[in-house]
């Protein structure tokens, strides 16, 4: 049996399919306008909306507002501790990937 | 959701935008034109001016993009290893067209089309370590690789028609590089596209 693991705590906020799938994409990028959010998550535009308030509340990413040839265009940035908790969720996915293997072996 | 699929979506929306690969693949033809003198191209100013025109078309397909599908930019590490492979590419292009085929004392002078097999070689490292290769790009590409190495290129240079078959081959991978685009981001008339209203 395995024993209770405190390092393994998932991180609610980021762990939702919707935030995890914006936070990935950024993660791999320097920045990202909402459209292209919206176009590689696949997520409606109140959805994305709304995952993305949640991550700036919490400090994830920023948001900047600009206008692009007279219309208005949503920039979004992981900060530095954005993309520290999203290297570090993705490795607890890993590790809990690791452990079940491990225990379904024995 | 594949973890992969949203990592690489940045590289993948800069890669495959297939339809900037018209223009070029047009200019590119041009230029073997105007190294044949054909037409109104046969005059020096010409070509200038032709791609001065294929340069102002790339801006309405950037507007389609931009519009339609959002705007990203890439990483630092990104931009690396774009620069990293167009400095493989015009190493392989300028060193192994010159080993190829040239009037260099060291020339292997071999019967191959040296720009045609040098372009396909550069396209090729040039997607796999930006994109990773597609069966596409395998298929154009190594298409082209083989028909500029047959050993049948002898008598005069043959660089005009290998700069016309690489012009093709740009075209026809942008084609399918758009289509791989549209599969993975979806229709142009795609859903709901309007900027968001967060922090409205």
């Not at chain 1, 908790?85 to 996915?93: E, K, P, S, T, V």
């Not at chain 2, 040098?118 to 028909?147: E, N, P, Q, R």
Request: glycine letters at 10%; one cysteine or more.
């Amino acid at each position: 049996m395995l024993e209770p693991d405190d390092d393994l705590i998932l991180d609610r906020l980021i762990h939702e399919p919707g935030r995890l799938a914006i936070l990935t994409v950024l993660s791999s990028v320097k920045d990202a306008d909402f459209v292209f959010l919206q176009r590689a998550t696949g997520l409606t535009k109140g959805n994305l909306s709304s995952h993305l308030a949640k991550l700036e509340e919490a400090g994830l990413v920023v948001i900047a507002k600009r206008f692009i040839r007279k219309k208005p265009n949503t920039n979004v940035e992981l900060t530095a501790v954005g993309k520290q908790r999203i290297a570090h969720h993705w490795d607890q996915l890993e590790r809990l990937k690791s452990l079940s293997r491990t225990a379904g072996r024995q | 959701m594949q973890r992969r699929n949203l990592e690489t979506a940045g590289t993948t929306y800069s890669y495959l935008r297939g339809w900037f690969y018209i223009p070029g693949g047009l200019l590119i033809i041009l230029a073997a034109l105007a190294n044949w003198e054909v037409g109104p191209l046969r005059h020096t100013w010409a070509f200038p001016i032709a791609a001065l025109l294929i340069g102002a078309a790339c801006l309405p397909i950037a507007r389609y993009y931009n519009e339609n599908y959002g705007r990203v930019s890439l990483s630092t590490r990104q931009h690396v290893r774009g620069a990293v492979a167009v400095l493989i590419g015009v190493g392989v292009m300028v060193g192994g067209s010159l080993l190829m085929r040239s009037r260099a004392g060291w020339s292997l002078d071999l019967p191959v089309n040296a720009a045609a097999v040098s372009f396909a070689l550069v396209m090729l490292i040039s997607y796999a370590m930006g994109v990773g290769l597609k069966a596409h790009h395998v298929i154009i590409w190594g298409a082209l690789l083989v028909t500029g190495a047959l050993p049948v290129w002898n008598g005069t240079d043959p660089t005009n028609i290998g700069l016309v078959l690489t012009g093709v081959a740009v075209m026809a991978s942008g084609v399918f590089d758009h289509r791989l685009f549209v599969r993975t981001f979806g229709p142009s008339k795609g859903p709901n596209l309007q900027d968001s209203d967060a922090r409205a």
